[in-house]
Each structure stands twice: as C-alpha cells, then as structure tokens.
C-alpha cells in the first residue's frame, strides 16, 4: 500500500511538472529574496490558534512553513506556490491534525493549512489572481472552533492540491508571516500602496451541504465552495 502511495504521488509530481513547463509556469515561480526591498506599505490578517491535542506540533510546523515562505518574494507576474517554498512535508514537520477524505486524522505536517488559508485570505482583500485554490470537503468547526470563515479556506495536499496565487501587480510583493503563542499573522508587503478589496459572502445550506460565495463590493463571485456539514 505504501509503494503504491509513493508511485501515485511521483505520477501527480510528474503531471505537475510536465504541464508547468508546458505552460511556462515553470519558470514564473517566485524565489528566494537575494537583495533588500524596500516595502513601503502593507496590508495585515491575524488569526487564532485554536487548542488541540497537537497544539505544539501544530505551532511547530506553522512556525517552519512561516519561516520558509517570509524568505520569498514575487515580483511582477511571479507565482507564489505554496508547495514550491513549503517541499514535501515528509521531512522536517511533525503529526499534527488534518482532514483526508471527510475524516480527521494525525498526519505528517498536519495544520499547515492555516497558514495557506490565511495567505489565501489576504490574497483576496488584496485582489491578487488566484490560480489555483481548493476549499476543505467538509466544515469540521463550530464557532468557537473555527479560525477562519468559511469560504476562506484553503486546504493544501503535496502532489495533489496546491496553492497558486499570481502577482498582478506592477511591483514586488511579499508575504511575511510569524506565530506569536496563539496567534498567526501575515503581513502583505510591497513597494506600492495595494487597495483593500471591500468581501462579502452569501451562503446557501441544506441539511448535507453549504455552500458559500465569496462576491466583492461589485457582486462580482470571487470563488465558490461546498462544505458537507459535519453532524456527528
């Protein structure tokens, strides 16, 4: 079971690979900053950490997967893709929490998806192009649970689902993100002052699923997720 786990994850990295140097993606990924920028403005989210029983592992990979992408800017056209910086999470992340197939689970580099839920967040106050972008299957929270609104998420699953957001701006920018005790919070810096995007949401329930829109001030559908309501 193992062996064919890893062969179909090496097949999902080769389809990935193949269709970014067909599309020339390959070669618009974002890199590490070699110089100094100046950042003369930003714009600013934070979000709780909320206990768990893998409260520490989860701080622990936050904090890694933080580090790792406050080393990255995108210039002009760049793309920021989460997998690119973060790497297989095999290696380094400790078990923490996670969501596979409508089941909650330990898993290697388990929480992470905080950290791709609140850059997604605050990609779209800025109104940057989401390229690619994947909700959770299923709403496992209740209020005091839950760290981000629905709608705001963004799960990530190395091989499979990734988080790609374009630079569509004229100038640099970066995300900037540290863990303060219970506490994440990203700072998206650039060269120039970025308009906040004015969000609103529309929801729509049944007794099996909700279904949330995310619209700007113009109406305009930013995206569209179904989440299965957790009854148990």
């Not at 890893?6 to 097949?11: E, G, H, I, V």
């Not at 936050?62 to 210039?75: M, T």
């Not at 005790?181 to 002052?193: F, P």
Request: proline share 2%; with cysteine.
């Amino acid at each position: 079971m193992i062996i064919v786990k890893k062969l179909k994850l090496q097949r999902k990295l080769f389809i990935r690979f193949f269709n970014d140097l067909r599309s020339k993606n390959h070669f618009k990924f974002a890199t590490k900053q070699k110089s100094e920028i100046l950042y003369n403005s930003s714009i600013s989210l934070s979000q709780e950490i909320k206990p768990s029983e893998t409260f520490e592992n989860k701080i622990f990979n936050l904090s890694l997967a933080s580090n790792k992408i406050s080393e990255y800017y995108i210039l002009p056209n760049e793309i920021f893709s989460f997998w690119k910086i973060i790497g297989n999470p095999n290696y380094n992340y400790k078990k923490g929490r996670t969501l596979q197939n409508g089941q909650i689970k330990e898993e290697i580099g388990g929480g992470i998806c905080q950290v791709s839920g609140i850059i997604y967040n605050i990609s779209l106050i800025a109104g940057l192009e989401i390229l690619e972008r994947y909700n959770h299957s299923v709403d496992i929270y209740n209020e005091e649970t839950r760290f981000a609104p629905l709608g705001f998420d963004a799960t990530v699953v190395f091989g499979y689902k990734d988080l790609r957001i374009k630079n569509n701006f004229a100038f640099p920018i970066k995300f900037e993100i540290g863990v303060y005790e219970n506490q994440i919070k990203v700072n998206l810096l650039s060269t120039e002052k970025i308009e906040e995007v004015e969000l609103f949401t529309e929801s729509i329930s049944n007794d099996e699923y909700i279904s949330v829109k995310v619209l700007d001030k113009n109406k305009k559908i930013l995206n569209s997720s179904q989440y299965k309501i957790n009854i148990s």
